[in-house]
């Protein structure tokens, strides 16, 4: 594969809030954006012309991630555009609330192949694109401090979001020295999508640092992996200390 021109980043899910300023704050660091959205076209298309300001040669795509065929589609018309894929942010996440006893069979697939099987697959489709570059790539997962926790009524959630940790480690390890493969958990972030229906009650109590996390927080540690050439196979804790708890 040739490579020409300035480095791209692939990223799912940044349409919402926090993901629009993840790849904002990609773009500002010199990267053209590539970026799949689901549910809000018009969302979608604002945080396009945002990006654009930036990085006027940055496209999306709509991508229902829980879909092997939408992720297909989508790195093909990525290749329509790039011939080259230095970073990916897999963001696409569900978070909804679900009782232990009542589960779904519906809600499991829901939360668990947008989460975990559209991440692996996304991760799958990226890899092969970077290991046949001359140079080092990198691949970001956002998962959450819940997959280290017990938290009751998000099952299936913690679940998806442990394996993705997992996954992290073993394309760490079987990518290496080709690709650095790290994870960022954020704790309660500010405008993260779904945390008003978070399990615990008085959340700054149990939070060392006495704050919600900023989307700030979570761009700070991205740019800190894209620019580490030393560390892969982790998980980085953006909780002000929650996990402690």
Known sequence: MSVTGKKVCFMTGASGKLGREIALSVAGQG????????????KAQETLEQIRWV??????VRCDVSKTAD?????????????RLDLLVASASNFFRTDLLEVTEQQWDSLVDTNLKGTFFTMQAAARM??????????ITMTDISAGLVWRNFAPYTVSKAGVQHLTRIFARETAPRILVNSIAPGTVSEYPG??????????????????????????????????EYITGQVINVDGGRILY
């Open 31 to 42: 990267y053209s954006i590539f970026f799949t959205w689901f549910s809000s076209e018009q």
């Open 55 to 60: 990085s006027p040669e940055s496209q999306m």
């Open 71 to 83: 992720i297909k589609h989508a790195f093909s018309e990525f290749g329509r555009h790039f011939d």
């Open 130 to 139: 970077m290991l046949n570059q001359p140079f080092l790539s990198r691949i």
């Open 195 to 228: 945390r008003e229906a978070e399990p615990e009650t008085d959340l700054l109590e149990k939070i060392p640092l006495q704050r919600l996390g900023d989307p700030m927080d979570i761009v700070g540690a991205i740019r800190f992996l894209m620019e580490s």
